[in-house]
Nanobody, 115 residues
Framework: VHIVESGGGLVQPGGSLRLSCVGSGFTFSDFVIYWYRQAPGKEREWVAAIGGPGNRKDYDDAVWDRFTVSRDNSKNTAYLEMNNMKPEDTAVYYC?????????WGQGTRVTVSS
C-alpha cells in the first residue's frame, strides 16, 4: 500500500489550493479516504473524509464551508479543494486510510497561507 499527497505550497489569505492523494497497492474505491492536517506545534487533526463511492462526505466544523473533498476512483485519486484559505489553515496535510485494521499515511504535503 502506498499513498502520496501533492499540491501543497504557498498561498495568500483568501486564495485556493487543490491537494491530491494517489493510492496504490489496494482497491482504492473500496476504502474511505481521510484528510488530516498538522499545524506547527499542534497535534494532527482530522479535516475531511469521503466514502469509497464518493457519495458520503464529512468535514470538520472549521472547514465545512470552505473545503470540498472529492475522488476519482478511475484515477485512484482523492482531492481536497481548499478555498478562502486562512492563515490558520497552514499545516502539513496528510491523506490516510485504514485497510483491515492497518492504518496507512502519506508523507504529507505542506501548505502555507501567508501574505
Amino acid at each position: 500500500v502506498h499513498i502520496v499527497e501533492s499540491g501543497g505550497g504557498l498561498v495568500q489569505p483568501g486564495g485556493s489550493l487543490r491537494l491530491s492523494c494517489v493510492g496504490s497497492g489496494f482497491t482504492f474505491s473500496d476504502f474511505v479516504i481521510y484528510w488530516y492536517r498538522q499545524a506547527p506545534g499542534k497535534e494532527r487533526e482530522w479535516v475531511a473524509a469521503i466514502g469509497g463511492p464518493g457519495n458520503r462526505k464529512d468535514y470538520d466544523d472549521a472547514v465545512w464551508d470552505r473545503f470540498t473533498v472529492s475522488r476519482d476512483n478511475s484515477k485512484n485519486t482523492a482531492y481536497l479543494e481548499m478555498n478562502n484559505m486562512k492563515p490558520e489553515d497552514t499545516a502539513v496535510y496528510y491523506c490516510h486510510t485504514t485497510i483491515h485494521t492497518e492504518e496507512y499515511w502519506g508523507q504529507g504535503t505542506r501548505v502555507t497561507v501567508s501574505s
